[in-house]
């Protein structure tokens, strides 16, 4: 339209589905927008498969929708369409419209519809945009089944593949005797500063290099929590070392386990030590998609054999984790989990205590409303560190009291074995433990790169010890329920609590571990709940909303408990994931591999494979060929502008000005790997973790993109130097001792430069001064008559 500026629409969707309202294939039918003042202008029209359908209506919902979408670009939260007024249709059957959109003082919004040759086709005199939460669009406590998940473990086939392999450190687990039976014959090396001299001495980048990690006993043994911090804390060194060296930015670290990780109910117990490096590992894969994998083996024969051919395939394949039980490769997959009705649910026995740690807490404080309210509990033992003296613990305790429960409030860090045996020792004979709740922790929020031994220490003392605690203090009670709070991140990995991740998968494991030595045991590894700053240590629910995690109201919260409650699993995973967001993460390549089997990508698409490790969709250097220098840039800055609108939630990307300091508009370490992230997927380069900070503006890091995908074209030397280049090889390799070829060649080299140079062929005995000059003195004659430097 004359004297209107075009507004980008290409983050537009993503930006919907952060905000909790996701738009299917047949509703993406916005093509382009414009902005005059306060009005809209749009170009929409219907996905190919949905035209057939359009005469089948007065206006296409999918179309009228598509032509409401201009009005808003810049809200951030979902929106519903109310008090619609003055409604007239004009033409039927329409497929494109060219839409005008008017905002009036009241609020409401005026829409003119004209088909693509701008005859009229419709009009709308007033319509509303009501904002909703995204709860609002659920299908209430009732569907909250749809969002409880188990951890599957799915046979792969695995062809064949040899790789390099190289083994680092003490390897108690023996992999590169295994290797080196079947004929692999790794290198060892002590650590990585000795693979780093030899890829110096000229060591090929191997294309795995394997951390042997494992050899403390599985059982529990009050020691159990320390092995696992110690575990944790020395693979970090070795990760944050890994990532900091820049020789190995295009290898992968393979991390390899036995029995770290239950693959199904023959498994047994677990290596409950080593059952927290998998969360570490996992976060490492979120943060640096391409560098890292897991492994964990189960000793059989079968397993061992295949370990030097399978488990390249599969690694080259881009699964970031594999496990191996007899003979079989396995890789994880989050599936929906079977639930029982409401009616079969378990029941809580009333006459027993139920402990909670982190009972006057946020989260402690909505289970136990609901466990009296709703399950009949007569008798709570509410376990914190400040007990009564936190915030709302006498109020607490009078509410639940007046609904006829018998609740106790007790100071105790459940860390502290001593002070934890003595409170469970004081519980009433005639109310017996019967259940424990463990949702006590801490959060020490870092980037990988930036976690320290105390932030890891910090995060395991209230969840690993306290569950360790717990766990050997009441093996004997014969209780009914276990239930450990354990989080998503321990199964997703986190970028920004690696720490917390891994201490879930220790509440993970320690679940398997129970049920397997016949005890209760249940974690649920929660997504978000609702009221962040409380019970998710202020997570931003804007970045859990682009990873596809959408926050749980508390009603949904304890619906899902509910219904875990009453399965026989040992893990389940309770979160509301936003299927539109995974199908996004899916088409750009983002998708963790545990959620690959919930989604698929867009039809005609793939899911791009990890940076770094295969061709991706777009072709972006396909894309820019044939296009001039200032195109390419143009359209880099483009894709750089988009992707940074989506990490910041900018609902104007054409307003982030593209010389402006990154840091000025918000980023963070955080968002400055989840942008190099988006990046390196929708391109297909390898891009480093400083991406943001050595490239700080979005010109900067377009130019970078540029730079890697279309080389500046550079001169070719003629054909003829190029020969003669080839030559001086040659000439270099003839022995000082064999005079009569040298005799020869020189004799060859006088009449090709006297004819090439229009002399006369010297005489037999020629120019003594040729005779006597050396080959690089024949090229500099040579370079003389050619006039080149």
């Not at 609901?370 to 399950?375: D, R, T, Y």
């Not at 591999?593 to 250097?621: H, I, Y």
């Not at 991406?691 to 993109?705: E, I, M, S």
Request: overall charge negative; some cysteine; charged content about 20%.
């Amino acid at each position: 339209p004359p004297g209107a500026q075009p507004v980008s629409v290409a983050n537009f969707h993503q930006r919907a589905a952060d905000a909790g309202q996701g738009y299917g294939p047949a509703f993406r039918g916005l093509r382009a927008v414009w902005r005059q003042g306060r009005e809209m202008y749009a170009e929409v029209a219907l996905p190919g498969d949905q035209e057939r359908q359009a005469a089948g209506y007065g206006i296409h919902p999918a179309l009228l929708d598509a032509a409401l979408q201009p009005a808003r670009l810049e809200e951030r939260s979902g929106v519903l369409w109310t008090d619609w007024s003055g409604v007239s249709l004009r033409a039927v059957g329409a497929t494109e419209l060219r839409v005008h959109v008017r905002p009036s003082e009241d609020g409401t919004v005026t829409v003119t519809l004209g088909d693509a040759s701008g005859r009229p086709v419709g009009t709308v005199e007033a319509v509303a945009a009501r904002a909703v939460a995204p709860e609002e669009l659920r299908r209430g406590a009732d569907g909250v089944r749809d969002a409880l998940y188990r951890v599957e473990w799915t046979p792969v086939p695995a062809p064949g593949q040899t790789a390099d392999w190289v083994v680092l450190g003490d390897d108690p687990l023996g992999v590169a005797d295994v290797l080196e039976e079947a004929g692999a014959y790794p290198q060892t090396y002590d650590d990585l500063d000795a693979l780093a001299g030899a890829v110096d001495a000229g060591l090929p980048l191997p294309e795995l290099t394997v951390v042997s990690h494992g050899g403390v006993a599985p059982s529990p043994d009050g020691a159990v929590a320390r092995h696992a911090l110690e575990a944790v804390t020395g693979l970090l060194a070795v990760v944050q070392r890994w990532l900091a060296d820049e020789r190995f930015a295009g290898a992968r670290l393979l991390v390899v386990t036995r029995g770290a990780v239950a693959t199904g109910p023959g498994d047994g117990a677990v290596d409950l030590a080593h059952a927290a490096a998998w969360g570490l590992l996992r976060s490492a894969t979120a943060a640096h998609p391409g560098r890292f994998g897991l492994l964990d083996l189960d000793g059989d024969d079968g397993s061992l054999a295949v370990l030097p051919d399978a488990v390249p395939a599969v690694v080259a394949s881009g699964e970031p984790e594999t496990a191996l039980r007899a003979g079989v490769v396995l890789v994880p997959r989050i599936r929906p989990a079977a639930t029982t009705p409401a009616a079969a649910r378990a029941v809580w026995d009333p006459d027993g205590t139920v402990l909670i740690t982190g009972g006057t807490g946020a989260l402690g404080r909505v289970l136990a409303r609901h466990l009296v309210k709703q399950h009949g509990v007569r008798h709570l033992l509410l376990v914190s560190r400040r007990g009564r003296d936190a915030d709302g613990a006498e109020a607490l305790e009078r509410e639940l009291s007046s609904l006829g429960a018998t609740v106790s409030v007790e100071a105790c860090d459940a860390a502290d074995r001593e002070a934890l045996a003595r409170v469970l020792a004081a519980v009433p004979a005639d109310r017996p433990l019967t259940a424990v709740l463990h949702a006590a922790g801490a959060l020490a929020d870092r980037p990988l790169e930036a976690l320290t031994a105390q932030d890891v220490e910090h995060v395991f003392t209230p969840k690993v010890t306290a569950a360790a605690n717990l766990h050997e203090l009441t093996r004997d009670s014969d209780l009914a329920a276990f239930v450990l709070f354990s989080s998503a991140s321990g199964v997703l990995g986190s970028l920004a609590q690696p720490n917390y991740a891994a201490a879930n998968a220790f509440l993970d494991a320690l679940a398997a571990h129970r049920r397997a030595a016949g005890l209760a045991g249940l974690s649920l590894a929660w997504g978000l709940w609702a009221g962040a700053s409380e019970m998710a240590g202020g997570a931003d629910p804007a970045r859990f909303a682009r990873a596809g995690i959408l926050p749980l109201s508390p009603d949904e919260g304890t619906a899902l408990f509910d219904a875990a409650s009453a399965t026989d699993e040992a893990l389940l995973v309770p979160v509301l994931l936003d299927t539109a967001a995974l199908r996004s993460r899916a088409a750009d390549g983002t998708l963790s591999g545990m959620l690959r089997g919930l989604v698929q990508a867009a039809p005609g698409k793939r899911a791009a494979s990890a940076p770094g490790t295969g061709p991706q969709e777009p072709d972006w250097a396909a894309r820019l060929a044939g296009l001039t220098r200032d195109e390419q840039l143009h359209r880099l800055v483009e894709l750089t502008r988009d992707h940074v609108a989506s990490v910041l939630g900018h609902g104007t990307p054409k307003a982030i000005e593209p010389d402006r300091p990154f840091k000025e508009i918000g980023f963070d370490s955080l968002t400055a790997l989840e942008l190099r992230n988006r990046l390196g997927a929708a391109t297909g380069l390898t891009l480093p973790a400083t991406l943001v900070f050595d490239h700080p503006t979005l010109n900067a890091t377009a130019a970078l993109l540029l730079d890697l995908l279309a080389p500046a074209a550079t001169t070719a030397p003629p054909p003829a130097l190029a020969e003669l280049d080839r030559l001086e090889e040659a000439l270099a390799a003839v022995p000082d001792g064999d005079t009569a070829t040298r005799a020869q060649v020189r004799e060859r080299l006088q009449a090709l430069l006297a004819g090439w140079s229009g002399a006369a062929r010297p005489t037999d005995g020629g120019d003594e001064e040729l005779d006597d000059a050396t080959d690089s003195e024949l090229f500099a004659l040579l370079d003389d008559e050619l006039d080149t430097p």
